[in-house]
């Protein structure tokens, strides 16, 4: 009997963008049995809504959208999973509107979720450029096997057991804006004793723009980085050894960064690099502070 797979997809103003992930699931090459799940974060517009109902009828599998008001990515990741839990599927994969799957995505997955016994399972991202220029294009790859820890919740597959046995809210609304709502829900995860896996073949793709690949977006990125991960490493400390371990690594980098700053000035390649060490302990710093770095305010892409 075929694995019952329903692909769950948090949309916010970016059309273009979810038309083209559509477009790429329509033309999976596999033998589940797949459905299509699409919560719309944007009450006012929900142009993300009015395109699955306006290709729902002809549509490959199943698709269903639903406009989900409070905003924030950890609602919508929370409504992308009751609704889910709705339906008779038997794995949730997750996948943000801009990606999009290679044609064996979910075949990969559930191969490897087999070989593993993998409670959650990532999969690779690979970017592409949209055009021409400078900046260096960096993936999203690992081994395929079991792991200790993900890195995002853009591209997953999980069973559906876990998050029956896990409490709602499944992200924590305290991280919708800011980001580290995924971090924070694998840190649960992990410490509820469930098994992680990766699948370096189950490959999505992402267009890195010429936004993405400037020093200021990757400045930004840092800082809202160590931000959020300061914040869920302070949410779940059981001592104060981690906290005083991350203030001497915070420490370290802030008077490590301006040297470095001056001997790689001249290196096209490292010259970000102290910039970005900088901005992250900034984040982390700023988070112990009880600040919290609102990423997730703007909309980028279309």
Known sequence: MAERVIIAIPTCKRPKSLARLLDAIAALRTSADISVLVVDNDAQGHQGFNLC????????????????????????????????????????AMIDDDEWPGPNWITHFLETQKQTGADILQGSIL???????????????????????????????????????????WFDPAFGLTGGED???FVRLKRAGYRFGWSNEAVVFGRQTALRRGLGWTMRRAYSN??????????????????????LKILGA???????????????????????????????LTAMLGMRYNEYALVHGE
């Open 127 to 169: 970017f592409v450029r949209d055009r021409a220029g400078p900046g260096a294009v960096s993936d999203i790859c690992r081994a395929t096997g079991l792991v200790e820890m993900l890195e995002g919740a853009g591209n997953l597959l999980i069973r559906r057991q876990v998050l029956e046995q896990t409490s709602s809210p």
């Open 254 to 284: 802030l008077l490590l960064s301006l040297p470095l700053a001056i001997i790689l000035g001249l290196s096209p390649n490292h010259r970000s690099a102290p910039l970005v060490m900088f901005m992250r302990a900034a984040g982390k």
């Open 226 to 247: 160590g931000n959020s991960d300061m914040r869920v490493l302070l949410k779940y400390r059981q001592s104060l050894k981690p906290v005083i371990l991350e203030s």
């Open 53 to 92: 109902r306006h290709l729902a009828p002809d549509y490959r599998w199943p698709l269903r959208a639903v406009i989900e008001p409070r905003r924030g990515i950890a609602a919508a990741r929370n409504r992308l999973v009751s609704e889910a839990l709705r339906s008779e599927a038997q794995f949730i």
């Open 183 to 185: 971090l924070d829900f």
